[in-house]
């Protein structure tokens, strides 16, 4: 093969594994500096080997550490095998090199330094090095792309990606995601969605894990974050830091509150978030199935932002209680809609707050409870009149018993 050819494939498997034409080279190297071992070294020996891509020339040596005798075992320490005590070596003359033997060769080596012994180059190898040279280079190319496609999708992780479902399977779901198949666990799923081959979701990249085979990269659609990304993706405000999202509460395929600011004058932040008639936040909403979303203002004053929580429950009063509690007083007509179904909106909004919040219906004014109460004074004073009355007339008249005349 001749070096217009080995360039030509290096520059191949780089656009194709995505690999830096760098790491291929070294790749070709280490497979050469084996084939090398295996035909012309010892067994010991630790071989390097360089090849110049502009000239075609192959040069190797002989890797060895530099060691003085003091870090050299004695023969009742090598006798005993189980540990080697830190900062010592079993000396081997085709891997070590003792300090003063190393200055002959470069005078400012110091210990625990590599000294790099040129070796005569060979030019045939057998076909047991060939195939080992292979091998090497199979394996360390399989390597160097598992080690890309982690450090690609490391970078990537908190962020929003597009994947087509592979297969699904009881509890996950896989996702073609580029690269390599991402997994979405049944945790990370939004409740109620189903998912059909070759259907395209946006997906969070959750987090990335190395594994003996292929990198691990986990998804979600159901954690709060992946809400904020796919707005980030909808609002250019957002992009541009002109309004930030502050807080977010979610219950995954039900609903979701979301607080949002804007420190750039004349922005609105709730008007940019649901954007003209509603067409952004809509987006966001048929990307999550219909999920319900709650865009609501915050603010440093912990009363007003529990307030705008409730939305849209209208709240009259917010009294803010030690250990982080909060009483809310709402309209008695709002209390079933400041509560929401099965506790839903006052969960959120506390999950939103990070507050303990406790509504309640707004009791009577003063004044009005005490013209309520005169009145039934009155009204009581009054049933006591007309009762004593009805007892009058009702009451039985005694018989009035008619004389009768003495006999004479």
């Given at each position: 093969?001749?070096?217009?050819?080995?360039?030509?494939i290096?520059?191949?498997?780089?656009?194709?594994?995505?690999?830096?034409?760098?790491?291929?080279?070294?790749?070709?190297?280490?497979?050469?500096?084996?084939?090398?071992?295996?035909?012309?070294?010892?067994?010991?020996?630790k071989?390097?080997?360089k090849?110049d891509?502009?000239?075609?020339?192959?040069?190797?040596?002989?890797v060895?550490?530099?060691?003085?005798?003091?870090?050299?075992?004695?023969?009742?320490?090598?006798?005993?095998?189980?540990?080697?005590?830190?900062?010592?070596?079993?000396?081997?003359?085709?891997?070590?090199?003792?300090?003063?033997d190393?200055k002959?060769?470069?005078?400012?080596?110091e210990?625990?330094?590599?000294?790099?012994?040129?070796?005569?180059?060979?030019?045939?190898?057998?076909?047991i090095?060939?195939?080992?040279?292979?091998?090497?280079?199979?394996?360390?190319?399989?390597?160097?792309?598992?080690?890309?496609?982690?450090e690609?999708?490391?970078?990537?992780?908190?962020?929003?990606?597009?994947?087509?479902?592979?297969?699904?399977?009881?509890?996950?779901?896989?996702?073609?995601?580029?690269?390599?198949?991402?997994?979405?666990?049944?945790?990370?799923?939004?409740?109620?969605?189903?998912?059909?081959?070759?259907?395209?979701?946006?997906?969070?990249?959750?987090?990335?894990?190395?594994?003996?085979?292929?990198?691990?990269?986990?998804?979600?659609?159901?954690?709060?974050?992946?809400?904020?990304?796919?707005?980030?993706?909808?609002?250019?405000?957002?992009?541009?830091?002109q309004?930030?999202?502050?807080?977010?509460?979610?219950?995954?395929?039900?609903?979701?509150?979301?607080?949002?600011?804007?420190?750039?004058?004349?922005?609105?932040?709730i008007?940019?978030?649901?954007?003209?008639?509603?067409?952004?936040?809509?987006?966001?909403?048929?990307?999550?199935?219909?999920?319900?979303?709650?865009?609501?203002?915050?603010s440093?004053?912990?009363?007003?932002?529990?307030?705008?929580?409730?939305?849209p429950?209208?709240?009259?009063?917010?009294?803010?209680?030690?250990?982080?509690?909060?009483?809310?007083?709402?309209?008695?007509?709002?209390?079933?809609?400041?509560?929401?179904r099965?506790?839903?909106?006052?969960?959120?909004?506390?999950?939103?707050?990070?507050?303990?919040?406790?509504?309640?219906?707004?009791?009577v004014?003063?004044?009005?409870?005490?013209?309520?109460?005169?009145?039934?004074?009155?009204?009581?004073?009054?049933?006591?009149?007309?009762?004593?009355?009805?007892?009058?007339?009702?009451?039985?008249?005694?018989?009035?018993?008619?004389?009768?005349?003495?006999?004479?």
């Amino acid at each position: 093969m001749n070096l217009k050819d080995i360039k030509l494939i290096i520059a191949q498997l780089a656009q194709e594994k995505g690999i830096p034409e760098a790491k291929i080279l070294e790749t070709i190297e280490a497979a050469f500096a084996s084939a090398y071992k295996k035909d012309y070294g010892k067994k010991a020996q630790k071989i390097k080997a360089k090849f110049d891509l502009k000239t075609g020339d192959l040069q190797f040596w002989q890797v060895k550490l530099v060691v003085n005798e003091e870090m050299i075992l004695s023969e009742e320490e090598s006798n005993d095998t189980t540990k080697i005590p830190e900062g010592k070596v079993r000396f081997n003359s085709e891997r070590h090199i003792l300090l003063k033997d190393a200055k002959k060769l470069n005078p400012k080596i110091e210990v625990n330094e590599e000294v790099e012994i040129s070796l005569e180059s060979k030019q045939d190898y057998g076909r047991i090095a060939a195939q080992t040279a292979k091998q090497v280079i199979l394996q360390s190319i399989r390597e160097a792309e598992k080690e890309t496609v982690f450090e690609e999708f490391k970078t990537k992780e908190g962020e929003i990606v597009s994947g087509i479902v592979q297969r699904v399977e009881k509890n996950s779901v896989y996702f073609d995601i580029g690269k390599v198949l991402g997994i979405l666990p049944k945790e990370e799923q939004i409740p109620g969605e189903f998912y059909k081959l070759s259907q395209r979701f946006k997906l969070l990249v959750l987090k990335v894990e190395k594994s003996p085979k292929e990198p691990l990269i986990f998804l979600s659609r159901a954690f709060p974050k992946f809400i904020s990304k796919l707005f980030e993706l909808e609002v250019p405000e957002i992009t541009a830091g002109q309004v930030s999202i502050k807080a977010i509460a979610r219950e995954p395929g039900s609903r979701a509150k979301i607080a949002v600011a804007s420190d750039a004058e004349g922005i609105d932040p709730i008007g940019s978030v649901v954007g003209q008639r509603g067409t952004r936040v809509m987006a966001v909403i048929a990307e999550l199935g219909g999920e319900k979303i709650d865009i609501i203002e915050y603010s440093d004053d912990t009363a007003k932002f529990i307030k705008n929580s409730l939305s849209p429950a209208k709240v009259l009063e917010v009294k803010i209680e030690p250990r982080n509690k909060a009483l809310c007083l709402v309209p008695e007509d709002q209390l079933s809609l400041a509560i929401g179904r099965d506790g839903q909106n006052v969960r959120l909004a506390a999950k939103l707050t990070g507050w303990k919040i406790d509504v309640r219906a707004a009791e009577v004014k003063s004044e009005e409870i005490g013209t309520e109460e005169k009145t039934e004074e009155k009204t009581e004073e009054k049933t006591e009149e007309i009762k004593k009355e009805e007892s009058k007339e009702t009451k039985p008249k005694k018989e009035v018993k008619e004389k009768k005349p003495k006999k004479e």
